[in-house]
């Protein structure tokens, strides 16, 4: 792929196919839908909606970064984090989780892209999700383009024959920042599926600060991903006395494409770090362990 002709050629599709209309983008702050942001915006300037969704399932700061990088845009930023969690509340089920996720996403999208008169949908749809999306194990909500009874003019997905990599390469060459380019997956019901079953506000915070911690300490060790879930409770102790609190997994894989995947070997000194920040800095977690099971058997994520 030539870059600087992949970059120009989308623009004057984007351009071609929206005309003088408006068209409406989810952005998430993943790399895809950041590369699509950045194309359609220098397409068709003020006539893209990018529309951010802060469902309280991001991790620490997204929400703000997303603002901050896309600042020059008309970005409609949505608070929605009550309607997730309100929805949310009661739910185990993973697959219920995801799908109690998708829709409300959905429903929240349809009624911007109504409001705003959004002829055209933009989606960062790249070539793998289409394959993926024929024989998922999981239902993910956010790949192979969502369902939405919206009646658009047309879809445009300007990245569907590319490889995540070579988004990356696009990312870097439209300025976009490392955090973005160089992003880790992130699953679209994001903090939501690290943790086994209730999801709570109380809990995403744990999790969210936990995740920060693994960031931090793993950034520059090679991996696919590398995060924290919070998987039950276990007793300690916490300054001489005995507390019921919560255990967070650290998880650390290496992949080719999330199909299979094998734990890192990581330093025994960096895992002890680890744990030892994330008890000191989160009062709620008694216990962090280090999980080594490959995928398959086990999936990367906990859900
Ligand atoms: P699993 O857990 O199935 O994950 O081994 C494989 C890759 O997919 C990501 N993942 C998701 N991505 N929506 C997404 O967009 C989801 O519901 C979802 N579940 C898992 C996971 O982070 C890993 O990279």
Redesign the pocket.
């Known amino acids: 792929m030539n870059v600087e002709n992949f970059v120009k050629n989308a623009i004057m599709e984007i351009r071609e196919r929206v005309g003088d209309g408006k068209a409406i983008i989810a952005l998430s702050g993943g790399v895809d839908s950041s590369v699509c942001t950045m194309l359609a915006y220098r397409a068709i300037g003020d006539r893209l909606i990018p529309v951010f969704v802060d469902t309280g399932l991001m991790r620490e700061g997204e929400p703000e970064r997303v603002k901050e990088i896309f600042k020059d845009m008309n970005l409609i930023f949505i608070d929605a984090k009550d309607e997730f969690f309100k929805a949310l509340k009661g739910v185990i089920d993973p697959e219920e989780k995801?799908k109690i996720i998708g829709e409300l996403f959905v429903r929240i999208f349809e009624r911007v892209a109504e409001e705003n008169r959004a002829e055209y949908l933009i989606q960062g749809t790249i070539y793998p999700d289409v394959i993926e999306s024929q024989g998922g194990?999981?239902?993910?909500?956010?790949?192979g383009g969502f369902p939405t009874n919206y009646k658009f003019k047309g879809i445009v997905e300007p990245l569907k024959e590319l490889y995540k990599d070579e988004v990356r390469e696009v990312a870097r060459y439209l300025g976009l920042p490392k955090e973005i380019s160089e992003r880790?997956?992130?699953?679209?019901?994001g903090l939501a599926?690290r943790i086994v079953g209730e999801v709570t506000p109380e809990k995403v915070e744990v999790v969210r600060k936990a995740t920060k911690i693994v960031e931090e300490e793993l950034e520059d060790i090679p991996k696919?991903?590398a995060?924290a879930s919070l998987i039950g409770k276990a007793t300690g102790v916490k300054g001489d006395i005995r507390v019921y609190g919560y255990i967070i997994s650290v998880r650390a894989v290496e992949?080719r494409d999330?199909?299979t995947?094998d734990p890192v070997r990581i330093d025994y000194n960096i895992l002890r770090r680890i744990a030892l920040r994330i008890t000191n800095e989160i009062p709620e977690v008694t216990r962090v362990v280090y999980d080594v099971t490959p995928?398959p058997p086990?999936?990367?994520?906990?859900?």
């Open positions: 995801r194990i999981k239902s993910h909500h956010n790949v880790m997956p992130f699953p679209g019901p599926v696919w991903q995060f992949s999330g199909m995947a995928k086990a999936t990367i994520e906990y859900e």
